[in-house]
Nanobody
Framework: QVQLVESGGGLVQAGGSLRLSCAAS????????MGWFRQAPGKEREFVAA????????YYADSVKGRFTISRDNAKNTVYLRMNSLLREDTAVYYC????????????????WGQGTQVTVSS
């Protein structure tokens, strides 16, 4: 059983930056593909970014490509999401996820989820 704990969310002005972290425990971190999803009020949870087990491959939603960067440190059992040039529409609860698939861009590809961290972008 893998436990995931997100941190780093908060309130930021449009155009600003945040870095989210997700600390994993209870499993062999390097065996899991990792992803970030987000859910805005009244909307479905959507894919944001994914990274392969080694970190050698990454995928991004079109809406965040060029602004967000996913990375991982297998020695620290942590995955990160660096978010630059934030927009109001990036406001959401951001969830970290771990899956046994090498890398996945859909919710079905993930077995474990964190509780989420709120990101609010103000104008």
């Amino acid at each position: 059983q893998v436990q995931l704990v997100e941190s780093g969310g908060g309130l930021v002005q449009a155009g600003g930056s945040l870095r989210l972290s997700c600390a994993a425990s209870g499993g062999t971190f390097s065996r899991y593909g990792m992803g970030w999803f987000r859910q805005a009020p009244g909307k479905e949870r959507e894919f944001v970014a994914a990274i392969s087990r080694s970190g050698g491959s990454t995928y991004y939603a079109d809406s965040v490509k060029g602004r967000f960067t996913i990375s991982r440190d297998n020695a620290k059992n942590t995955v990160y999401l660096r978010m630059n040039s934030l927009l109001r529409e990036d406001t959401a609860v951001y969830y970290c996820a771990a899956g046994t698939a090498p890398i996945a861009t859909t919710r079905a590809g993930y077995n474990y989820w964190g509780q989420g961290t709120q990101v609010t972008v103000s104008s």
